[in-house]
């Protein structure tokens, strides 16, 4: 393959091709089922997923075909299918993923921006969806051109692209129940889902942790009484969920103590802690924008990126119940309801930490108080597998070539549903976690941008890996 041409050809196409069309998804409001309940009768999914069939279809890839994928009452998907170069017939399937969904503008945008108007400015391409993850399947595309124009090879490639990864993908083992005849045997994984710390380098997510979500609610009346009547004589529902979550979280430190939700964190991923701190010596707190005086939680760095990549952590990320300050009356509220988040190490099983949660907080409740658990989101964690020596040496061209600088890998504190459902279903594939998000691309919140150079050579830095899996991949 020649490298230089493989250079010229992806900042070529990203100008002439993927940019005008990435715009037109940007304007697309095509919110993630969660946060959309009418998503099948607004059709913004289906828009979303027929706009990038249009352009795939429309780039003349040798052979490829392109179709919407949908089982009856489930989110969309786009399924492309890529044969194989000639030279690389035996190499399996490579899976390239990426999603189509977003989250909600979550807030005032800054002047002149807006989440559903794509604009560019000094590099970026700002609007929501453009970095997660709607420039995924436009790099994965221009890659396996990019690869066939230089003269390389690429196994057989299938695209897809679901549209509910924002909603903790609940449909997508459904369609790989669905569609597992038709994806072979899958040799290399590659996600653009994720990204790292800065635009010097490729990262690669080496580990994901899962999720556990509950909405708890303690009741302790029918309905509501005067807080005058009734407070001393009936316990506080938010003093008995204060009780509760003292059980399952040290309030002193943060340390999640539910022991189902521990594990021994790994040495080599201790070592990749320690390395990544020494490169980047404060990078861990400086991308958080902290309010007055507050610190974080530990001053040692290998410590806070153990805590958000191989430790528990609790999150209230909503609550009710609770009236807002300006019109609270004098009232010992009947309930109090909290959703928790806990983010759990890689390797738990999310199924017994949930179950440990629900009994946890429903034995021996304070005050007899009534207690459900509910509306659960559990998701399973992920680990790479050992690189193998061909994808070592992809990722070393990648580095010296591409980047001028070498890959690093690193533990994602967020998950990627999608990960481990393939992990095990492929227990021999490479994996290849990697992407343009980086730590300011404002992700999930106002002003979500994307690195148009860095996404260029994330693109070019593909279109490698899938050259060298097809030369020397198994």
Known sequence: MEYGRVHELVVKDWNEYVLPSLCGLVEIPALSPAFDAGWERNGHLRAAVDHVRDWIMARGLPGARCEVVQVAGRAPLLLADVPATGGAVARGTVLLYGHLDKQPPLGDWSEGLDPWRAVARDGRLYGRGAVDDGYSGYAAVTALAAVRAAGGEHARAVLLLETEEESGSPDLPVYLEHLAGRLGEVSLVVCLDGGGGDYERLWLTESLRGVVQATV???VLERGAHSGVASGIVPSSFRVMRLLLDRVEDAETGEVTVPEMNVPIPAERRAEAEALAASQPGEAVRRFPLAGGTRVVSDDDVELILNNTWRPALSVI??????????????????????????????????????ALVRILTTDVPYGAQVEVGDFLVLNGWQAPVTAPWLAGALEDVGERVFGARCRGFGLGGGIPFMEMLGRRYPDAQFVVTGALGADSNMHVPDEW?????????????????????RGGS
């Open 450 to 470: 994307l690195n148009i150079p860095f996404a260029e050579r994330v693109t070019e830095a593909v279109a490698y890996i899938l050259d060298a899996h097809a």
């Open 217 to 219: 609610t303690v009741r």
């Open 318 to 355: 909503g609550a009710a119940g609770l009236p807002d300050p300006a019109v609270a009356g004098a009232v010992l509220r009947a309930s109090t309801s909290l959703r928790l988040s806990f983010r759990t190490p890689p390797t738990v099983d999310a199924e017994v930490a949930r179950d």
